[in-house]
């Protein structure tokens, strides 16, 4: 650790400048805070969610960690809707190293007979990442503004939101996007430089692309950022060097999905034409009814709001300013403010909170780009600029304050979730018929879905491992409204499956979907609901909640 920071104040504080090693030093190690709180909250966060098999975990986190065991196998990844590649590569990656010396077939036996704790190194491999980029992020708003405060301000993007915290716990493409968007902040930082732009162009511009590749490859909601480089690199050459470098960046990291690229596209022009969730309702793009709500719901947030109406402002009053104004902070700004509003459009579209965590992260972007222009503005003289270089500082003590109860707050509703989901043991039902609807707290139903979402490469392996008393609910494939019953050989058929247990618990947290399932295919049988929650329906046939047999299986027979 300690060559670690010699190097580092070699390069950002070399003899002779203003800044001493040991005020170098001391700076590094103060750089370290926020990615240690990063990685402890991420760590704390994981253990309070529980397994991946929660009902709550369930998607898409099986999915990835089967698809990771396809690409392990050089098979073309099922599920491309993210696309989230780099997410199953990297979990392959993960899986190899844990089994470095045995064949593919064996890792995918280990991984089956133990996923979750698979998962979790795969998980905590994504932690340390996100951890160290956050540490070199700072470095370099240091190295360039060579203020301490701009740089915390950079590190606490992840901090802006709970929702960025609580997603970056999944296995999923939400915590490579923390990656990809510090990563973008670095470059952008970089370009802030006098002249650096105008030294290497070519090499920003191929700098950005590979950024955008990557986060475009690990999910498409990053795609809107692309506007915060045109900004920064202005001439028209650069810009397509930049966009064919995204191109082939993001033809790389996708590359073992090759074979489902028109899958992808497929359901990429779904989700624009369809004007609901998921690429559903009417093909009118956006349902108009709806999406001026939305526009103001995503900016309901106040510290996400109120900083894009304070860089807009500072924008227009840069603006009358003129030439007098830094230049490249200026630009970038103005391509942040673009690209939050970019996406705030898009997401308005099918609304959901943690499609917007690139944008809020941009948020801490933002404020350190204020800084450095707000007092160059000239308005009122020596006093409003000491008063706003103590907003930096205030608004980091916000932050920290707001996030230390958003954490507690996530926590405490993991803990609730997972203790919650406890509750009914499916261990108490061995001798019934176990029958999962989506999403449901079982291990069974979280290898069902992953399987199903990855075209089915493991039926079975996971035949041969899990239960032969359980069962699911295909909701996603069936031609059937409420559902199609199935086991991993196939379709079945509801009164065969009851009549075959002294008992059944059908199990989902799909609120009225295992009714419906029920009177649509046994509309005789009869069950008991007493042993649902808060958080899933859970009905009974001939047996009680601690499993006891109660004589009657439900199906109806005298």
């Given at each position: 650790?300690?060559?670690?920071?010699?190097?580092?104040?070699?390069?950002?504080?070399?003899?002779?400048?203003?800044?001493?090693?040991?005020?170098?030093?001391?700076?590094?190690?103060?750089?370290l805070?926020?990615?240690?709180?990063?990685?402890?909250a991420?760590?704390?966060l994981?253990?309070?969610?529980?397994?991946?098999?929660?009902?709550?975990?369930?998607?898409?986190?099986?999915?990835?960690?089967?698809?990771?065991?396809?690409?392990?196998?050089l098979t073309?990844?099922?599920?491309?809707?993210?696309?989230?590649?780099?997410?199953?590569?990297?979990?392959?990656?993960?899986?190899?190293a844990?089994h470095?010396?045995?064949?593919?077939?064996?890792?995918?036996?280990?991984?089956?007979?133990?996923?979750?704790?698979?998962?979790?190194?795969?998980?905590?491999?994504?932690?340390?990442?996100?951890?160290?980029?956050?540490?070199?992020?700072g470095?370099?708003?240091?190295?360039?503004?060579?203020?301490?405060?701009?740089?915390?301000?950079?590190?606490?993007?992840?901090?802006?939101?709970?929702?960025?915290?609580?997603?970056?716990?999944?296995?999923?493409?939400?915590?490579?996007?923390?990656?990809?968007?510090?990563?973008?902040?670095?470059?952008?930082?970089?370009?802030?430089?006098?002249?650096?732009?105008?030294?290497?162009?070519?090499?920003?511009?191929?700098?950005?692309?590979?950024?955008?590749?990557?986060?475009?490859?690990?999910?498409?909601?990053?795609?809107?950022?692309?506007?915060?480089?045109l900004?920064?690199?202005?001439?028209?050459?650069?810009?397509?060097?930049?966009?064919?470098?995204?191109?082939?960046?993001?033809?790389?990291?996708?590359?073992?999905?090759?074979?489902?690229y028109?899958?992808?596209?497929?359901?990429?022009?779904?989700?624009?034409?369809?004007?609901?969730?998921?690429?559903?309702?009417a093909?009118?793009?956006?349902?108009?009814?709806?999406?001026?709500?939305?526009?103001?719901r995503?900016?309901?947030?106040?510290?996400?709001?109120?900083?894009?109406?304070?860089?807009?402002?500072?924008?227009?009053?840069?603006?009358?300013?003129?030439?007098?104004?830094?230049?490249?902070?200026?630009?970038?700004?103005?391509?942040?403010?673009?690209?939050?509003?970019a996406?705030v459009?898009?997401?308005?579209?099918?609304?959901?909170?943690?499609?917007?965590i690139?944008?809020?992260?941009?948020?801490?972007?933002?404020?350190?780009?204020?800084?450095?222009?707000?007092?160059?503005l000239g308005?009122g003289?020596?006093?409003?600029?000491?008063?706003?270089?103590?907003?930096?500082?205030?608004?980091l003590?916000?932050?920290?304050?707001?996030?230390?109860?958003?954490?507690?707050?996530?926590?405490r509703?993991?803990?609730e979730?997972?203790?919650?989901?406890?509750?009914v043991d499916n261990?108490?039902?061995?001798?019934?018929?176990?029958?999962?609807?989506?999403?449901?707290?079982?291990?069974?139903?979280?290898?069902?879905?992953?399987?199903?979402?990855?075209?089915f490469?493991?039926?079975?392996?996971?035949?041969?491992?899990?239960?032969?008393?359980?069962?699911?609910?295909?909701?996603?494939?069936?031609?059937?409204?409420s559902?199609?019953?199935?086991?991993?050989s196939?379709?079945?058929?509801?009164?065969?499956?009851?009549?075959?247990?002294?008992?059944?618990?059908?199990?989902?947290?799909?609120?009225?979907?295992?009714?419906?399932?029920?009177?649509?295919?046994?509309?005789?049988?009869?069950?008991?609901?007493?042993?649902?929650?808060?958080?899933?329906?859970?009905?009974?046939?001939?047996?009680d909640?601690?499993?006891?047999?109660?004589?009657?299986?439900?199906?109806?027979?005298?």
């Open positions: 650790m300690t060559s670690v920071f010699m190097i580092f104040s070699n390069l950002f504080f070399p003899p002779g400048s203003s800044h001493s090693r040991s005020h170098g030093g001391k700076s590094l190690a103060t750089l805070v926020i990615p240690t709180c990063f990685l402890g991420v760590l704390i994981r253990d309070s969610a529980g397994p991946f098999w929660m009902w709550y975990n369930i998607d898409p986190d099986y999915a990835y960690l089967i698809n990771a065991l396809k690409i392990l196998n073309t990844p099922g599920h491309v809707d993210h696309p989230g590649t780099p997410v199953q590569w990297l979990g392959a990656l993960v899986l190899k844990t470095p010396t045995v064949s593919d077939t064996h890792i995918v036996d280990a991984v089956l007979a133990d996923p979750v704790t698979h998962m979790h190194r795969i998980s905590l491999v994504m932690a340390w990442l996100n951890a160290g980029i956050l540490f070199a992020a470095v370099v708003g240091y190295a360039v503004f060579r203020d301490i405060l701009p740089a915390l301000m950079v590190q606490a993007a992840p901090f802006i939101s709970s929702q960025i915290l609580r997603h970056a716990v999944a296995l999923k493409p939400e915590p490579l996007l923390v990656f990809a968007v510090m990563a973008l902040v670095m470059v952008t930082l970089l370009a802030l430089r006098p002249g650096a732009v105008e030294a290497n162009r070519r090499g920003f511009a191929v700098a950005f692309g590979v950024v955008l590749g990557f986060g475009i490859s690990c999910k498409i909601t990053f795609a809107p950022l692309f506007l915060l480089p900004f920064l690199l202005s001439q028209r050459r650069a810009i397509l060097i930049f966009a064919a470098a995204g191109l082939v960046a993001f033809l790389l990291f996708t590359l073992p999905a090759l074979g489902a028109e899958q992808f596209t497929d359901w990429i022009v779904r989700l624009f034409l369809g004007s609901q969730h998921h690429g559903g309702g093909a009118t793009v956006i349902d108009l009814g709806n999406y001026p709500r939305n526009i103001y995503l900016f309901t947030r106040p510290l996400f709001s109120i900083t894009f109406i304070l860089a807009v402002l500072t924008l227009f009053a840069a603006r009358r300013r003129g030439a007098d104004m830094p230049g490249p902070e200026r630009q970038a700004l103005k391509g942040v403010v673009l690209a939050q509003m996406m459009l898009m997401v308005a579209k099918q609304l959901s909170a943690h499609y917007m690139p944008a809020y992260m941009l948020t801490a972007l933002s404020g350190p780009l204020m800084y450095r222009i707000i007092p160059a308005l003289g020596d006093a409003l600029r000491r008063r706003f270089a103590r907003t930096l500082p205030a608004l003590v916000a932050i920290a304050v707001a996030q230390a109860f958003g954490v507690a707050r996530v926590d509703q993991f803990r979730m997972r203790e919650t989901a406890f509750i261990d108490h039902f061995s001798a019934c018929a176990r029958i999962y609807g989506y999403s449901a707290s079982s291990l069974s139903f979280a290898f069902y879905n992953g399987n199903l979402q990855s075209r490469p493991y039926s079975e392996q996971l035949k041969e491992l899990r239960p032969e008393n359980d069962f699911w609910l295909n909701i996603f494939t069936s031609d059937k409204p559902g199609e019953l199935r086991d991993w196939g379709a079945r058929r509801l009164p065969e499956v009851l009549s075959g247990y002294p008992c059944a618990m059908l199990r989902g947290s799909r609120r009225g979907a295992l009714a419906a399932f029920l009177a649509a295919e046994a509309p005789e049988a009869v069950y008991d609901t007493s042993c649902s929650t808060r958080q899933e329906d859970v009905f009974t046939m001939g047996v909640c601690r499993g006891r047999l109660t004589g009657d299986n439900g199906d109806g027979a005298p």
